[in-house]
T-cell receptor, first 113, second 118 residues
């Protein structure tokens, strides 16, 4: 069964204090790994898609990287507006040939001014 | 990015009544829509996958007679919670994927609907 584990569950940073969030996955036939940002009471907002080990993508203060077993979301010099829950999801081909997306439980990030 | 609209954002109903939630893709044709349920501090749990014009595929443990899904057009899917009970109270989120997304896997989510059953 596909598994996605995110750590830490919660992270509290001072403004400007860089850090990384981890997403470990166990999946057969990975077709893509996604990062989303979710604000309280809102639907997830798409950030990145990574397809193969070694791939990196950047957007403003965020940088996502991918290995064969995990992905990291690096946050450089975070600001209070970066506070949110960050979700990782993997897409794989399952029995029957259809694609299934499995989400992790998220990392709740709080950036303190 | 693509826009997915979900309505209503909040709904309170009495036990035993039915509630319909709509999910619309506003600027693309959604060949596939997904319905998720999210409990506090938990991950999104996929309930069902619907393709336009065909019956929804439900995940194991999800009652298809209780959670009716209709995907009648390429821009609209609905989830009806029938005979709702307090344990159905949750945050329901839809997501949509167009043909390009079938290759890339990118999903675009609605804003979610908070259902409270009294």
């Amino acid at each position: 069964e596909d598994q996605v584990t995110q750590s830490p569950e919660a992270l509290r940073l001072q403004e400007g204090e860089s850090s990384s969030l981890n997403c470990s996955y166990t999946v057969s036939g990975l077709r893509g790994l996604f990062w989303y940002r979710q604000d309280p009471g809102k639907g997830p907002e798409f950030l990145f898609t990574l397809y193969s080990a070694g791939e990196e993508k950047e957007k403003e203060r965020l940088k996502a990287t991918l290995t064969k077993k995990e992905s990291f979301l690096h946050i450089t010099a975070p600001k209070p507006e970066d506070s949110a829950t960050y979700l990782c999801a993997v897409q794989a081909i399952v029995t029957g040939g259809y694609q299934k997306v499995t989400f992790g439980t998220g990392t709740k990030l709080q950036v303190i001014p | 990015g693509a826009v997915v609209s979900q309505h209503p954002s909040r709904v309170i109903c009495k036990s035993g009544t039915s509630v319909k939630i709509e999910c619309r893709s506003l600027d693309f044709q959604a060949t596939t829509m997904f319905w998720y349920r999210q409990f506090p501090k938990q991950s999104l749990m996929l309930m069902a996958t619907s393709n336009e014009g065909s019956k929804a595929t439900y995940e194991q443990g999800v009652e298809k007679d209780k959670f009716l899904i209709n995907h009648a057009s390429l821009t609209l899917s609905t989830l009806t919670v029938t005979s709702a009970h307090p344990e159905d109270s949750s945050f329901y989120i839809c997501s949509a994927r167009g043909e390009a997304g079938a290759r890339t896997g990118e999903l675009f989510f609605g804003e979610g609907s908070r259902l409270t059953v009294l």
